[in-house]
Structures are given as C-alpha cells and as structure tokens.
C-alpha cells in the first residue's frame, strides 16, 4: 500500500463476510479515499500494491444485503463507478493475513519501521532507530501520509534538539497504532505518553510495544483529547495525527497541552482544510500564549497536510 489507507473494521471480521472488488481510473481513487476518511466507513477502502500498480476500490461486508446497499449507497455520490464488481466470500481465517500484502516497509533518515513478519528477512543499516510493528487492519497501515508528516516533524524536532532524548516530554495524542510513539523511544526518548479514546487502539499499542523489547516502553492510556490533558498535563512536543473534525472542537485541549517554548505537530489534514485550521490554532494560541511567538510551518504530501506550530 503506497498511497492509499486500508480502512477496516474488526467488527465486521465474521465468518460468512462478503467481498466487492472493482478495479477503478487513478482519477477515482483520491475522491473516494477523501470521502472514506469523512465519513470514517466501516466497509470501504482502496488499494494500490505499488506505485505503478492500478487501484483497487474494495469493500467488505457481513452479508450479500449489506453490500448490495452499500454499493447503492456509494452510486449515488460517485455515479461513475464502474458497472461490474467482483462478489466473493471471504473465509475468516484468509483475510486475517490478507492486509499484510499491502503493507510495505518505511524509512527517512534513521528511522525504520519494518513489518513484524519482515523482522527476520530485512535488516536496517547498523545504529538505525528500527521498529517492528503489526498495526493490525483496524489503524492503518503505518505508512499513511498522513503518519509520514507525523514521523518527519519527530525527526526535525529531533535534529533541533539533539538533548531532548533525556529531559523532553513527548505526547502522542490520538496514538492510534503507537507507532509515532514507539518511533520516539527508537530514537531515544526517554518520557514519551501516548493515549487514545479506542481501548482497541490501546491494545493494540501494547502489543506493538511488546514487540519491541529493545525500545523503553511508552506510557499508553486509554483517554480522550481532554482526559489525556487532565491535571495539567504538557509535552514539550505533542504530536497529533488526528483528523480536522476532531482536532477543531478539541484546540484548547492541544494547545493547553504544550509547555511554554514548546511544539505542537497537527498531522491528518486534508490540503484544503489547512487554512481553517491554520487559523482556528493560531486564534486559540494568541488567546492563550499572548506572550509567545509562534512560528508556523506547514507540509503536504498527496491530499494531506500537516500544521506546525513552535512557541518561543
């Protein structure tokens, strides 16, 4: 998967489930994804293997009545879907593993992450900060655009503040998988908290974490936006890959939550909200920090952009 989220449920992994697969035009593929992270659908994703390879739009379902109505669903937002989809039943046991397909290694500069069962056939190069991670088909595949933006302000900060391995406090706010969070202890953070509303999101951290004996153990809660703030709680980097309908009614959370002098790194915005949400910080910062200087940097990669902001 280079491009493109895989979206999908647990919930749905039943026996008896159901498969639509079509192929789809390139054009098709970034509408639909945007319109998939909207309207968080528990049944729709896209696929892509590799960069060259055409997309796939897909769908699984506990029953054939379901996923006829999905589909009819879907046509009357994207009338120009192709007419045919493949119908197949999917053996539980199958589609298990079947994501791990599209899940691909990543790396920028000494960070890697590496599949956990490509542990024993890739070896990344001596003194790199690696970590093994199976985020499962509920969080993504790690390798998301928006996670990337998320990874490269870790690195930055890093580069910026090469003590901040001891004395900083790194929160990872909405940690989903854990995946930011176990890549600051691979880096060498020493106070790192991450937290998440989903008790599964959590579960899953703690696997990952186990996973990776090598690395200090993050502290993972299960918490929302403000109870993972509470009694007063700071970073002096907060981390954030969370999308826009969630990051606005939830700014004074974040914004309250970074020390003075300190940074918050927004990931999960699609390129036109940026503006928006741009502006909805930087109103909540001057209210809050009147005496601070912020500056402001922002990042895109495909339809994702990320959202900087630096106290001093």
Request: hydrophobic share 40%.
């Amino acid at each position: 998967l280079r491009h493109k989220q895989l979206h999908i449920v647990p919930s749905l992994l039943m026996s008896n489930q159901v498969e639509l697969r079509t192929g789809i035009p390139d054009e098709m593929a970034d509408p639909l994804e945007d319109y998939f992270c909207e309207t968080e659908s528990p049944y729709w994703g896209i696929m892509q293997k590799e960069i060259t390879d055409p997309y796939e739009l897909f769908g699984i379902f506990p029953d054939e009545v379901t996923a006829s109505a999905a589909l009819s669903a879907l046509r009357e937002d994207f009338n120009g879907l192709p007419k045919d989809f493949e119908l197949t039943e999917i053996v539980d046991a199958e589609w298990q593993n079947a994501y791990k397909e599209f899940v691909k290694p990543w790396s920028d500069r000494q960070l890697h992450w590496i599949p956990l069962w490509e542990r024993n056939r890739l070896t990344a190069p001596e003194g790199s900060a690696v970590v093994y991670l199976d985020a499962g088909m509920a969080f993504g595949t790690g390798a998301h655009e928006t996670t990337r933006l998320c990874a490269r302000r870790l690195l930055d900060y890093l580069e910026a503040h090469p003590d901040a391995v001891e004395t900083h406090d790194l929160i990872d706010a909405g940690c989903g998988s854990g995946i930011l969070a176990l890549s600051a202890s691979a880096l060498k953070f020493q106070s790192i908290y991450g937290f998440d509303s989903d008790p599964e999101a959590i579960a899953v951290c703690q696997s990952n974490s186990e996973e990776n004996p090598h690395l200090v153990k993050p502290e993972f809660v299960v918490a929302d936006l403000e109870k993972g703030f509470a009694g007063g709680r700071q970073g002096d980097l907060v981390l954030a890959n969370i999308q826009t309908d969630v990051l606005i009614p939830h700014c004074y959370s974040l914004t309250q939550g970074v020390k003075a002098g300190g940074t918050l790194s927004l990931s999960g915005i699609l390129t036109e909200e940026l503006d928006q949400v741009k502006a909805h910080f930087t109103e909540q910062f001057s209210t809050l920090r009147p005496e601070a200087k912020i500056a402001i940097d922002s990042r895109t990669e495909g339809d994702w952009g990320d959202l900087l902001f630096n106290l001093s």
